[in-house]
Protein backbone atom coordinates (compact mmCIF):
# COMPACT_ATOMS: atom_id res chain seq x y z
CA UNK A 1 0.00 0.00 0.00
CA UNK A 2 3.20 2.40 -0.60
CA UNK A 3 2.61 3.11 3.24
CA UNK A 4 -1.24 3.58 3.66
CA UNK A 5 -3.15 2.20 6.08
CA UNK A 6 -6.87 1.33 6.12
CA UNK A 7 -7.58 4.52 7.79
CA UNK A 8 -5.68 6.97 5.58
CA UNK A 9 -7.30 5.90 2.62
CA UNK A 10 -10.73 5.59 3.95
CA UNK A 11 -12.51 3.48 6.64
CA UNK A 12 -14.12 1.02 4.46
CA UNK A 13 -17.87 -0.30 5.25
CA UNK A 14 -18.12 -4.02 6.91
CA UNK A 15 -21.28 -6.23 5.55
CA UNK A 16 -22.37 -9.05 6.49
CA UNK A 17 -25.18 -11.17 5.17
CA UNK A 18 -28.66 -11.28 7.57
CA UNK A 19 -30.73 -14.62 6.70
CA UNK A 20 -33.39 -13.85 9.38
CA UNK A 21 -33.83 -11.26 12.71
CA UNK A 22 -31.57 -13.15 14.84
CA UNK A 23 -28.41 -13.04 12.60
CA UNK A 24 -29.11 -9.40 12.07
CA UNK A 25 -28.81 -8.88 15.64
CA UNK A 26 -25.62 -11.65 15.59
CA UNK A 27 -23.94 -9.44 12.82
CA UNK A 28 -24.18 -6.09 14.37
CA UNK A 29 -23.37 -7.20 17.62
CA UNK A 30 -20.21 -9.01 16.54
CA UNK A 31 -19.45 -5.84 14.40
CA UNK A 32 -20.66 -5.17 10.83
CA UNK A 33 -21.42 -1.89 9.63
CA UNK A 34 -24.45 -3.07 8.03
CA UNK A 35 -26.26 -6.17 7.22
CA UNK A 36 -27.86 -7.58 3.70
CA UNK A 37 -30.79 -8.63 3.95
CA UNK A 38 -33.77 -10.58 1.58
CA UNK A 39 -37.72 -10.65 2.71
CA UNK A 40 -39.90 -13.60 1.40
CA UNK A 41 -39.81 -12.55 -1.87
CA UNK A 42 -37.16 -11.09 -4.93
CA UNK A 43 -34.15 -12.33 -3.19
CA UNK A 44 -31.43 -14.71 -5.17
CA UNK A 45 -31.94 -16.72 -1.39
CA UNK A 46 -35.26 -18.39 -1.14
CA UNK A 47 -34.21 -21.19 1.27
CA UNK A 48 -32.83 -18.92 3.62
CA UNK A 49 -35.10 -17.51 7.01
CA UNK A 50 -35.54 -14.34 5.57
CA UNK A 51 -37.54 -11.66 6.62
CA UNK A 52 -41.17 -11.01 6.71
CA UNK A 53 -42.77 -7.01 6.56
CA UNK A 54 -43.12 -6.84 9.76
CA UNK A 55 -39.52 -8.27 10.66
CA UNK A 56 -37.46 -6.47 8.00
CA UNK A 57 -39.24 -3.02 9.71
CA UNK A 58 -37.84 -4.55 12.99
CA UNK A 59 -34.55 -5.31 11.68
CA UNK A 60 -34.26 -1.56 10.21
CA UNK A 61 -35.33 0.27 13.08
CA UNK A 62 -33.19 -1.77 15.32
CA UNK A 63 -29.95 -1.36 13.11
CA UNK A 64 -30.58 2.38 12.78
CA UNK A 65 -31.11 2.98 16.64
CA UNK A 66 -27.45 1.84 16.69
CA UNK A 67 -26.42 3.96 13.77
CA UNK A 68 -26.01 0.54 11.20
CA UNK A 69 -27.25 0.24 7.87
CA UNK A 70 -30.28 -2.51 6.18
CA UNK A 71 -29.66 -3.34 2.49
CA UNK A 72 -32.10 -5.53 0.84
CA UNK A 73 -31.73 -7.66 -1.73
CA UNK A 74 -34.19 -7.37 -4.71
CA UNK A 75 -32.00 -8.99 -7.39
CA UNK A 76 -33.80 -11.65 -8.69
CA UNK A 77 -34.64 -11.60 -12.57
CA UNK A 78 -37.77 -10.67 -12.61
CA UNK A 79 -40.63 -11.91 -15.15
CA UNK A 80 -43.34 -10.01 -16.44
CA UNK A 81 -46.14 -11.07 -13.49
CA UNK A 82 -43.61 -10.28 -10.88
CA UNK A 83 -43.60 -6.41 -11.23
CA UNK A 84 -46.91 -5.28 -9.75
CA UNK A 85 -45.51 -7.04 -6.23
CA UNK A 86 -42.51 -5.99 -6.85
CA UNK A 87 -43.31 -2.04 -7.59
CA UNK A 88 -45.49 -2.22 -3.61
CA UNK A 89 -42.60 -3.71 -1.90
CA UNK A 90 -40.03 -0.78 -3.09
CA UNK A 91 -42.39 1.31 -1.97
CA UNK A 92 -42.23 -0.55 1.11
CA UNK A 93 -38.92 -0.56 1.55
CA UNK A 94 -38.88 3.16 1.07
CA UNK A 95 -41.29 3.53 3.99
CA UNK A 96 -39.84 1.77 6.29
CA UNK A 97 -35.99 3.49 5.37
CA UNK A 98 -34.10 1.15 4.43
CA UNK A 99 -30.81 2.23 3.73
CA UNK A 100 -30.96 0.69 -0.06
CA UNK A 101 -32.14 -2.33 -2.86
CA UNK A 102 -30.20 -4.69 -4.17
CA UNK A 103 -31.50 -5.40 -7.39
CA UNK A 104 -29.56 -7.09 -10.50
CA UNK A 105 -32.32 -6.53 -13.60
CA UNK A 106 -32.87 -2.95 -15.48
CA UNK A 107 -37.02 -3.41 -15.22
CA UNK A 108 -36.66 -4.15 -11.18
CA UNK A 109 -34.03 -0.92 -11.44
CA UNK A 110 -36.86 0.96 -13.40
CA UNK A 111 -39.69 -0.20 -11.03
CA UNK A 112 -37.62 0.50 -8.20
CA UNK A 113 -37.17 4.46 -9.49
CA UNK A 114 -40.58 5.02 -10.13
CA UNK A 115 -42.62 3.69 -7.34
CA UNK A 116 -39.36 4.42 -4.17
CA UNK A 117 -38.01 7.30 -5.58
CA UNK A 118 -36.06 8.27 -3.03
CA UNK A 119 -34.72 4.73 -2.33
CA UNK A 120 -31.30 4.10 -3.14
CA UNK A 121 -30.31 1.43 -5.02
CA UNK A 122 -27.14 -0.67 -5.44
CA UNK A 123 -26.29 -2.81 -8.03
CA UNK A 124 -26.03 -6.33 -7.20
CA UNK A 125 -22.78 -8.76 -8.17
CA UNK A 126 -25.39 -10.67 -10.55
CA UNK A 127 -25.23 -7.89 -13.22
CA UNK A 128 -21.99 -8.70 -13.94
CA UNK A 129 -20.54 -5.60 -13.52
CA UNK A 130 -16.74 -6.40 -14.93
CA UNK A 131 -15.31 -3.12 -15.71
CA UNK A 132 -15.15 1.16 -16.29
CA UNK A 133 -18.13 1.45 -18.62
CA UNK A 134 -20.77 -0.87 -16.76
CA UNK A 135 -20.19 0.58 -13.89
CA UNK A 136 -20.32 4.58 -15.38
CA UNK A 137 -23.99 3.26 -17.18
CA UNK A 138 -25.74 2.59 -13.85
CA UNK A 139 -24.17 5.37 -12.03
CA UNK A 140 -25.11 7.79 -14.72
CA UNK A 141 -28.88 5.90 -14.15
CA UNK A 142 -28.74 6.67 -10.19
CA UNK A 143 -27.32 3.85 -8.77
CA UNK A 144 -25.39 4.96 -5.89
CA UNK A 145 -23.23 1.46 -5.36
CA UNK A 146 -22.23 -1.37 -7.36
CA UNK A 147 -21.26 -4.90 -6.35
CA UNK A 148 -18.37 -5.59 -8.42
CA UNK A 149 -18.38 -8.84 -9.92
CA UNK A 150 -16.01 -11.58 -8.23
CA UNK A 151 -13.91 -11.83 -11.18
CA UNK A 152 -12.00 -8.57 -11.54
CA UNK A 153 -8.74 -7.55 -10.21
CA UNK A 154 -6.91 -5.15 -8.36
CA UNK A 155 -6.26 -3.82 -11.14
CA UNK A 156 -9.41 -3.53 -12.96
CA UNK A 157 -11.58 -2.47 -9.62
CA UNK A 158 -8.91 0.37 -9.32
CA UNK A 159 -9.65 0.85 -12.58
CA UNK A 160 -13.37 1.06 -12.40
CA UNK A 161 -13.01 3.53 -8.99
CA UNK A 162 -10.81 5.88 -10.97
CA UNK A 163 -13.32 6.23 -14.02
CA UNK A 164 -16.30 6.62 -11.69
CA UNK A 165 -15.63 9.01 -8.77
CA UNK A 166 -17.95 9.31 -6.33
CA UNK A 167 -19.55 5.30 -7.20
CA UNK A 168 -19.22 3.42 -3.81
CA UNK A 169 -17.71 0.07 -5.00
CA UNK A 170 -18.74 -2.83 -2.84
CA UNK A 171 -16.40 -6.26 -3.13
CA UNK A 172 -17.41 -9.94 -1.71
CA UNK A 173 -14.15 -10.41 0.93
CA UNK A 174 -15.51 -13.80 2.43
CA UNK A 175 -17.49 -16.86 1.50
CA UNK A 176 -19.22 -19.33 -1.05
CA UNK A 177 -17.88 -18.64 -4.35
CA UNK A 178 -20.18 -19.29 -7.32
CA UNK A 179 -18.27 -21.64 -10.06
CA UNK A 180 -20.74 -19.98 -12.82
CA UNK A 181 -19.72 -16.36 -13.78
CA UNK A 182 -21.21 -14.15 -10.80
CA UNK A 183 -23.54 -16.33 -10.35
CA UNK A 184 -25.07 -16.72 -13.92
CA UNK A 185 -26.09 -20.24 -13.49
CA UNK A 186 -28.48 -22.79 -15.10
CA UNK A 187 -27.39 -26.24 -13.55
CA UNK A 188 -29.81 -26.37 -10.62
CA UNK A 189 -32.56 -25.47 -12.77
CA UNK A 190 -31.30 -27.71 -15.77
CA UNK A 191 -30.94 -31.00 -12.67
CA UNK A 192 -33.37 -29.84 -10.39
CA UNK A 193 -36.06 -27.65 -11.85
CA UNK A 194 -34.85 -25.19 -9.70
CA UNK A 195 -33.91 -21.70 -11.08
CA UNK A 196 -31.44 -20.45 -9.78
CA UNK A 197 -31.63 -16.48 -11.10
CA UNK A 198 -34.79 -16.66 -9.31
CA UNK A 199 -33.50 -17.38 -5.90
CA UNK A 200 -33.51 -21.25 -5.69
CA UNK A 201 -30.34 -22.59 -6.26
CA UNK A 202 -29.71 -26.65 -5.20
CA UNK A 203 -25.82 -25.71 -5.12
CA UNK A 204 -25.91 -28.44 -7.93
CA UNK A 205 -21.96 -27.81 -8.34
CA UNK A 206 -21.31 -28.86 -4.34
CA UNK A 207 -22.41 -32.47 -5.15
CA UNK A 208 -20.22 -35.51 -6.29
CA UNK A 209 -20.10 -36.87 -9.89
CA UNK A 210 -18.94 -39.65 -11.51
CA UNK A 211 -18.87 -40.59 -15.51
CA UNK A 212 -20.24 -43.26 -17.12
CA UNK A 213 -19.54 -44.17 -21.13
CA UNK A 214 -23.00 -44.15 -22.80
CA UNK A 215 -22.94 -46.32 -25.92
CA UNK A 216 -25.91 -47.74 -28.17
CA UNK A 217 -27.92 -45.81 -25.73
CA UNK A 218 -26.99 -47.92 -22.63
CA UNK A 219 -25.22 -46.73 -19.51
CA UNK A 220 -21.95 -48.55 -18.43
CA UNK A 221 -20.18 -48.77 -15.43
CA UNK A 222 -18.68 -45.50 -13.74
CA UNK A 223 -15.50 -44.89 -15.33
CA UNK A 224 -12.71 -44.29 -12.66
CA UNK A 225 -12.56 -40.67 -12.56
CA UNK A 226 -12.45 -40.08 -8.80
CA UNK A 227 -10.54 -37.98 -6.65
CA UNK A 228 -11.42 -40.19 -3.60
CA UNK A 229 -14.09 -42.91 -3.09
CA UNK A 230 -17.54 -40.69 -2.96
CA UNK A 231 -16.49 -39.40 -6.15
CA UNK A 232 -15.13 -36.48 -7.55
CA UNK A 233 -16.05 -32.30 -6.92
CA UNK A 234 -15.27 -31.47 -10.41
CA UNK A 235 -17.49 -27.74 -9.93
CA UNK A 236 -17.11 -27.06 -6.31
CA UNK A 237 -15.23 -23.72 -5.97
CA UNK A 238 -13.15 -22.88 -2.96
CA UNK A 239 -14.01 -20.25 -0.24
CA UNK A 240 -12.85 -16.92 -1.00
CA UNK A 241 -10.51 -15.27 2.03
CA UNK A 242 -9.44 -11.89 1.45
CA UNK A 243 -8.69 -11.28 4.91
CA UNK A 244 -4.78 -10.67 4.02
CA UNK A 245 -5.27 -8.22 1.29
CA UNK A 246 -7.88 -5.96 2.98
CA UNK A 247 -5.31 -2.85 2.54
CA UNK A 248 -4.99 -4.16 -0.92
CA UNK A 249 -8.49 -3.86 -1.71
CA UNK A 250 -9.12 -0.49 0.09
CA UNK A 251 -6.29 0.76 -2.23
CA UNK A 252 -7.77 -0.17 -5.24
CA UNK A 253 -11.17 1.86 -3.58
CA UNK A 254 -13.58 -0.99 -2.27
CA UNK A 255 -15.33 1.02 -0.01
CA UNK A 256 -17.26 -2.10 1.36
CA UNK A 257 -16.17 -5.29 2.33
CA UNK A 258 -19.09 -7.98 2.10
CA UNK A 259 -18.99 -11.56 3.76
CA UNK A 260 -21.16 -14.19 1.75
CA UNK A 261 -23.37 -16.12 3.82
CA UNK A 262 -27.25 -15.57 4.22
CA UNK A 263 -28.12 -19.26 4.83
CA UNK A 264 -24.85 -20.12 7.19
CA UNK A 265 -25.22 -20.61 10.70
CA UNK A 266 -25.52 -17.67 13.58
CA UNK A 267 -22.34 -19.05 14.79
CA UNK A 268 -20.63 -19.19 11.97
CA UNK A 269 -21.67 -15.49 10.93
CA UNK A 270 -20.03 -14.74 14.37
CA UNK A 271 -16.68 -15.93 14.33
CA UNK A 272 -16.20 -14.47 10.55
CA UNK A 273 -17.60 -10.91 11.50
CA UNK A 274 -15.46 -10.52 14.57
CA UNK A 275 -12.27 -11.77 12.73
CA UNK A 276 -12.70 -9.76 10.27
CA UNK A 277 -13.97 -6.31 12.46
CA UNK A 278 -10.86 -7.34 14.85
CA UNK A 279 -8.71 -6.65 11.82
CA UNK A 280 -10.11 -3.60 10.30
CA UNK A 281 -9.46 -2.53 13.68
CA UNK A 282 -6.09 -3.51 14.30
CA UNK A 283 -7.14 -5.38 17.19
CA UNK A 284 -5.89 -8.73 15.46
CA UNK A 285 -3.02 -9.43 12.59
CA UNK A 286 -4.08 -10.51 9.55
CA UNK A 287 -2.37 -14.16 10.16
CA UNK A 288 -4.32 -13.79 13.76
CA UNK A 289 -7.44 -13.67 12.04
CA UNK A 290 -6.74 -16.31 9.80
CA UNK A 291 -6.62 -18.54 12.68
CA UNK A 292 -9.92 -17.58 13.57
CA UNK A 293 -11.29 -17.93 10.19
CA UNK A 294 -9.99 -22.03 10.57
CA UNK A 295 -12.18 -22.28 13.78
CA UNK A 296 -15.27 -23.13 12.11
CA UNK A 297 -16.09 -24.86 9.01
CA UNK A 298 -14.97 -24.08 5.52
CA UNK A 299 -13.59 -25.24 2.18
CA UNK A 300 -10.14 -24.93 1.44
CA UNK A 301 -9.63 -21.17 0.53
CA UNK A 302 -8.96 -18.91 -2.48
CA UNK A 303 -8.03 -14.89 -3.26
CA UNK A 304 -9.78 -16.07 -6.27
CA UNK A 305 -9.17 -13.62 -9.34
CA UNK A 306 -7.68 -10.70 -7.24
CA UNK A 307 -4.16 -11.23 -8.62
CA UNK A 308 -4.95 -11.89 -12.25
CA UNK A 309 -6.18 -15.24 -14.07
CA UNK A 310 -7.23 -17.71 -11.13
CA UNK A 311 -6.16 -21.65 -11.79
CA UNK A 312 -6.91 -22.97 -8.58
CA UNK A 313 -10.37 -22.31 -7.63
CA UNK A 314 -11.71 -25.50 -7.38
CA UNK A 315 -12.11 -27.45 -4.05
CA UNK A 316 -11.53 -31.61 -5.74
CA UNK A 317 -11.37 -33.27 -2.46
CA UNK A 318 -14.44 -32.57 -0.77
CA UNK A 319 -17.47 -30.06 0.06
CA UNK A 320 -15.79 -28.87 3.02
CA UNK A 321 -13.94 -29.68 6.00
CA UNK A 322 -14.85 -29.14 9.83
CA UNK A 323 -13.32 -26.27 11.86
CA UNK A 324 -10.94 -26.30 14.21
CA UNK A 325 -13.56 -26.09 16.72
CA UNK A 326 -17.02 -27.27 17.63
CA UNK A 327 -19.65 -24.93 18.97
CA UNK A 328 -20.65 -25.50 22.53
CA UNK A 329 -23.10 -23.10 23.94
CA UNK A 330 -24.83 -19.63 23.70
CA UNK A 331 -24.81 -17.21 26.74
CA UNK A 332 -28.20 -16.29 27.71
CA UNK A 333 -27.27 -14.16 30.73
CA UNK A 334 -23.70 -12.67 31.49
CA UNK A 335 -21.99 -12.69 34.91
CA UNK A 336 -19.73 -14.90 36.31
CA UNK A 337 -21.91 -17.64 36.89
CA UNK A 338 -23.55 -17.50 33.18
CA UNK A 339 -26.68 -19.10 32.17
CA UNK A 340 -26.03 -20.59 28.94
CA UNK A 341 -28.15 -22.89 26.59
CA UNK A 342 -26.47 -26.25 25.24
CA UNK A 343 -25.81 -26.39 21.52
CA UNK A 344 -23.31 -29.34 21.52
CA UNK A 345 -22.26 -31.94 23.84
CA UNK A 346 -19.87 -31.09 26.81
CA UNK A 347 -19.22 -32.67 30.25
CA UNK A 348 -17.65 -31.45 33.60
CA UNK A 349 -13.71 -31.05 32.86
CA UNK A 350 -13.87 -29.51 29.58
CA UNK A 351 -12.02 -26.50 28.73
CA UNK A 352 -14.29 -23.80 27.03
CA UNK A 353 -12.94 -20.41 24.64
CA UNK A 354 -14.73 -17.46 24.65
CA UNK A 355 -16.03 -16.15 20.91
CA UNK A 356 -17.06 -12.36 22.27
CA UNK A 357 -16.68 -9.02 20.30
CA UNK A 358 -15.89 -7.77 24.37
CA UNK A 359 -12.51 -8.33 26.26
CA UNK A 360 -13.66 -12.41 27.47
CA UNK A 361 -12.34 -13.08 23.33
CA UNK A 362 -10.58 -15.75 22.86
CA UNK A 363 -9.93 -16.51 27.13
CA UNK A 364 -10.43 -19.96 28.44
CA UNK A 365 -11.84 -21.66 31.74
CA UNK A 366 -12.23 -25.16 32.44
CA UNK A 367 -15.79 -26.28 33.66
CA UNK A 368 -15.32 -27.24 37.00
CA UNK A 369 -19.07 -27.93 37.83
CA UNK A 370 -22.44 -26.84 36.47
CA UNK A 371 -26.25 -27.17 37.08
CA UNK A 372 -29.60 -27.67 35.43
CA UNK A 373 -32.16 -25.09 35.82
CA UNK A 374 -33.78 -26.96 38.43
CA UNK A 375 -30.48 -26.70 40.86
CA UNK A 376 -29.79 -30.38 39.85
CA UNK A 377 -25.48 -31.01 39.67
CA UNK A 378 -24.84 -32.05 35.33
CA UNK A 379 -22.09 -33.87 34.84
CA UNK A 380 -22.11 -34.36 31.22
CA UNK A 381 -24.39 -31.70 29.26
CA UNK A 382 -26.03 -34.20 26.99
CA UNK A 383 -29.50 -33.04 26.51
CA UNK A 384 -30.06 -30.95 23.03
CA UNK A 385 -30.96 -27.41 24.04
CA UNK A 386 -30.50 -27.92 27.94
CA UNK A 387 -30.21 -24.50 29.97
CA UNK A 388 -27.38 -24.81 32.24
CA UNK A 389 -25.71 -22.57 34.89
CA UNK A 390 -22.00 -22.98 35.04
CA UNK A 391 -19.09 -21.05 36.87
CA UNK A 392 -16.50 -18.52 34.87
CA UNK A 393 -13.87 -16.97 36.22
CA UNK A 394 -14.26 -13.72 34.55
CA UNK A 395 -17.79 -12.25 33.45
CA UNK A 396 -19.06 -13.28 30.41
CA UNK A 397 -22.07 -11.38 28.47
CA UNK A 398 -25.51 -11.99 26.86
CA UNK A 399 -24.62 -12.84 23.37
CA UNK A 400 -21.01 -14.46 23.77
CA UNK A 401 -20.81 -17.88 22.31
CA UNK A 402 -18.59 -20.89 23.72
CA UNK A 403 -16.33 -23.05 21.92
CA UNK A 404 -14.61 -26.44 22.10
CA UNK A 405 -11.35 -27.21 20.70
CA UNK A 406 -11.67 -30.57 18.67
CA UNK A 407 -9.74 -32.98 19.78
CA UNK A 408 -7.32 -34.39 16.78
Known amino acids: MNGETLESVRRPELLAPAGDLEKL ?34 GVAYAHARGKKVYVAVNIYARGEDFPAAGRYFAFLQEIGADAALVSDPGMFRAAKKCAPSLPLHISTQANTTNPYAAAFWRELGASRVVLARELSFKEIAAVAAQNPGLELEAF ?28 CVQACRWRYRVSAVRDGAEGAPLPLEEDGRGTYIFNSKDLNMLPHLDALASAGVTSFKIEGRMKSAYYLATVVNAYRRVLDGALTAEEGMRELEKVNHRAFT ?16 SQKGGTHAYIADVLEGGMHPLVQMRGRFRVGDVLEVLSPGAAFNKTFPVQEMFSEGGERVEDAKLVMQKLRLACPFPLARGDILRRLVAE
Open 173 to 200: VHGAMCISYSGRCLLSDYLAGRPSNRGE
Open 303 to 318: AGYAFGEAHDTVNYSD
Open 25 to 58: KTAFRYGADAVYAGGKNFSLRSFSGNFSDEELAE
